[in-house]
């Protein structure tokens, strides 16, 4: 990556994991072992774990993010939690448009784009995601269908607001199947991914803004996909729950 002009940002995304002691406990334990990172460290919790995460990562380097949220400020929309509820609480980060919310959830890059828009309204800075499921690469679209989710998630976002945007490419087959893309396709989209913002943005911005890979990334594999020119970061999951190669993933950013 290139540190002169953007930070690395290590995210742990658990999805739908732990209890409330389940959370402070590898909180307490992430803790310590991140606590010289060179890099920015995120944990992605579940809404019901946001509090718990908040009051044990106080005073400390460990920032705390959501899932999701809703696009609406507020209304009829049981089960849901707003940008401004997650504020309010002292979240900084969300994840958006995460594949198994288009997936099991119905997201479509539209409703992606509304949650993009209402999270900065709300100043909460969004995670968005965005990849290729397996057909699509065998298809040979990855590149025209990335440069759309990217497109369709940014609109309307500005030049200013993307300073508060983080993206993640997170290729759907290599999700929790162990399959990670090799550090080059990694590289490749996340690049690609950069095109895309500097033809909305400019070159600035998009030499600006924090690109993460996602999927199957872990303490063994990290160094080598960190270690690319476009790859500044990662999101991850299976690996975030264990605090050591959570932490491993943490010093290879920070090294890298
Ligand atoms: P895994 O690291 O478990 O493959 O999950 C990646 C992911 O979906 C992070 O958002």
Redesign the pocket.
Known sequence: MNKAVRKAVI?G?W?MNKTRPEAKELIEAIKPLVKDAGCEVIC?VPFTNLETALEATKGSNVKVGAENCHFEKSGAFTGEISAEMLTEMGVEYV?LG???RRQYFGETDETVNKRVRAALAAGLKPIV?VGEMLKDRENGITAELVAMQTKIALKDVTAEEMKNVII?Y?PVW?????K?ATAEQANEVCALIRSTLASLYGAEVAEATTIQY?????AKNAEELLAQPDVDGG??????LKAPDFATIVAAATNG
């Open positions: 995210a995304n999805k992605c994840v995460h594949s198994e995601c993640a997170e290599a999700i929790g199947t162990g990670t996602g999927g199957s990334m872990n999101l991850i999951g299976g690996a975030s």
